[in-house]
Structure formats: C-alpha cells, structure tokens
C-alpha cells in the first residue's frame, strides 16, 4: 500500500518543472525551422486535443489528480475508453504541438523530457493500478492504448 501513496502526480509535476527550468536556463532559442501556417494549424489542432481530453478526462474523474491509493475506482469510458492516461496524453500532444509553433531547441528538449517523464509516470501508475485492480486492469490494457489514441484518431480520420 506505501507503494500505491508515493505514486503521486505531486512528484511528477516536480520532474517535469525541474527538467523544463534546466531546459530553459541551457538551452539556445534559436529557431530551428518554421512551419508557418501549417505549424499553426497543428497547433491549434494540438491546443483543441489538448482542451477536449483535458476538459472530459478532469470531469469524468476528479481522483485523477490523486496518488494510485486515493484512486477507489476504474474508470474504462469516455476519454478513458480511449487512452488508459488521456490527462498524459493531453500534455504530450499540447508539448508537442509547441514544438511545431516554435520549433527551438529548448522547446524540443522539453516536449521530449515531457514525454519522457510522462510516459515513465504512466508506466509506474500502471503498475500501481495492477497491484490494486488485478486482472480488471490488465483487461482494460488489452483493449485501451497507453498514452495517444492511434485506432480513435485513424476511426475519425476515415469517418471525415
């Protein structure tokens, strides 16, 4: 049980801003390439992505934001039905979205560190919600991708 109340999003809040602080004091500005109108469109493409999965994912279930321990249920629909971490999975695509606007260095390193923190967090919350669920969690993983939601966005895709 210790295990599951040091697996909070508090800490890794903290790695991110350590990583982005080093980022932004080491790194160049200097842009790398420009996008120009296209770069803006996945940007805000990135920015609705971000809003959307942001927006559900909090309101479906406000014991996210809480360690694995504070967690008393699983929740396997909406956002949740297409990512088993649509609130990392926000974040990624936003950071990476950021790349393409203002395509730095420093913005580079930092969408990676992101991504990189994210997805270790993720994996370490996985690990704490299969300690605690069992075999209802390791079903949801079959059926549910980790972080982005490659099979919704190609069903969309062809649907438009």
């Not at 997805?119 to 079959?142: C, N, P, R, S």
Request: charged fraction near 15%.
């Amino acid at each position: 049980m210790l295990s599951q109340k040091i697996i909070t999003p508090v800490f890794m809040w903290l790695f991110v801003v350590a990583g982005v602080t080093v980022c932004f004091v080491l790194l160049p500005a200097k842009r790398l390439f420009s996008l120009g109108i296209f770069g803006w469109i996945l940007f805000v493409a990135c920015g609705i992505y971000w809003i959307y999965i942001l927006s559900r994912g909090l309101l479906m279930h406000r014991q996210a934001i809480r360690s694995v321990a504070g967690i008393d249920h699983l929740l396997t629909d909406g956002v949740y039905k297409l990512s088993r971490h649509p609130l990392y999975s926000a974040h990624i695509v936003m950071a990476w979205g950021i790349v393409l606007l203002i395509a730095t260095p420093k913005a580079l390193t930092i969408a990676l560190w992101i991504t990189i923190v994210l997805v270790a967090w993720a994996k370490l919350e996985e690990w704490g919600l299969q300690q605690k669920f069992g075999q209802v969690y390791i079903d949801y993983k079959k059926t549910t991708p980790m972080i982005i939601p490659f099979r919704w966005l190609i069903k969309w895709l062809i649907k438009n």
